[in-house]
């Protein structure tokens, strides 16, 4: 069974652009979270998504978003970007609400 | 935002010798306790995990201990060898909730 699929791996952005990461989760996988991961602040939860809809969110400000698809697959976005969002950024699938499998993750720098 | 506090930050074990990590948590309704490890340019990878309704779990070299009382578990690798260098991050949650993750620790195991 294939794994947690994210594009692009790697992404370079200036400020104040906006960005979009693409996650696709394992087969049958219905749940899709978000981290960000930086060595200041380790692994934080963006949000989660249960088919198509947004159950659970961390303390990020409105400038990131997402959404999930019919298929399952997630998208999330970053406008106005900043220095500070200069991060690893993973999604994790799960079919039971416990287990989740991260995929490789989107490394993005901002300049 | 509930905390999960881990250490060491960093660990130095020769090849053979046992590599153990502790974590702590706060609230008492999380009820799955993950370790995970994560390689560089990787995403963090699933190692083992632990209900509170049982004191340990053994799966090859790893193993969780966990206590409870003292809202302590731990995490052992015995026999550790250099391809277990890596970052390991405990984790929790309960049920339907989204996880919360320790800071990490970075183990070198020495040839």
């Known amino acids: 069974k294939a794994g947690v699929t994210q594009t692009p791996r790697y992404l370079i952005k200036t400020r104040g652009q906006q960005v979009t990461l693409s996650c696709s989760p394992i087969s049958g996988h219905r749940s899709v979270s978000w981290y960000q991961q930086t060595p200041g602040q380790g692994l934080q939860f963006l949000f989660e998504?249960?088919?198509?809809?947004?159950?659970n969110k961390g303390n990020f400000p409105g400038r990131f978003s997402g959404r999930q698809f019919s298929n399952s697959r997630s998208e999330m976005n970053v406008s106005t970007l900043e220095l500070g969002d200069s991060a690893l950024y993973l999604c994790a699938s799960s079919l039971n609400l416990n287990e989740q499998f991260f995929g490789p993750g989107t490394r993005l720098t901002v300049l | 935002q509930q905390q999960v506090k881990q250490s060491p930050q960093s660990l130095i074990v020769q090849k053979g010798g046992i590599s153990i990590i502790n974590c702590a948590y706060e609230?008492?309704?999380?009820?799955?306790f993950p370790w995970y490890q994560q390689f560089p340019g990787k995403g963090p990878a699933l190692l083992i995990a632990i209900r509170p309704d049982v004191s340990e779990k053994k799966e090859g070299r790893f193993t969780i201990s966990f206590n409870k009382s003292a809202k302590q578990f731990s995490l052992h690798i015995m026999d550790s060898q250099p391809g277990d260098s890596a970052t390991y991050f405990c984790a929790t949650n309960n049920y339907g909730q989204n996880f919360v993750f320790g800071p990490g620790t970075r183990l070198s195991v020495l040839p």
């Open positions: 998504y249960f088919s198509e809809t947004q159950r």
């Open positions: 609230n008492t309704a999380f009820d799955y």
